[in-house]
């Protein structure tokens, strides 16, 4: 089934690069999303997609310590 849906060209463009930083095409992104919303996908994919976020995603203090504190700051709760 196709569907479609309406956007401007920035989020579009960014949604591409998305998609491709993660190894797939755009329109293989929705299809991989509604299959996580659905839990239709195993625990070997949601490990694989996990690993590759942690290595394509920066996260990196520089070594430095981060409190509790500030992890949280900002959060509503």
């Known amino acids: 089934m196709n569907v479609t849906i309406s956007t401007d060209d920035d ?3 960014r ?8 190894g797939m095409s755009l329109q ?7 299959r996580a919303l659905t839990g239709d ?3 070997e ?9 942690m ?5 990196h203090s520089g070594g430095r310590r981060v409190r509790r504190e ?4 900002g959060r509503a709760g």
């Open 41 to 43: 996908t195993s625990p």
């Open 11 to 13: 989020l579009l463009a």
């Open 15 to 22: 949604a591409r690069a998305a998609a491709n930083g993660r």
């Open 45 to 53: 994919e949601v490990a694989s997609e996990l690993l590759n976020l």
């Open 70 to 73: 500030e992890a949280h700051e």
């Open 28 to 34: 293989q992104y929705p299809r991989e999303c509604l």
């Open 55 to 59: 290595e394509t995603q920066g996260g």
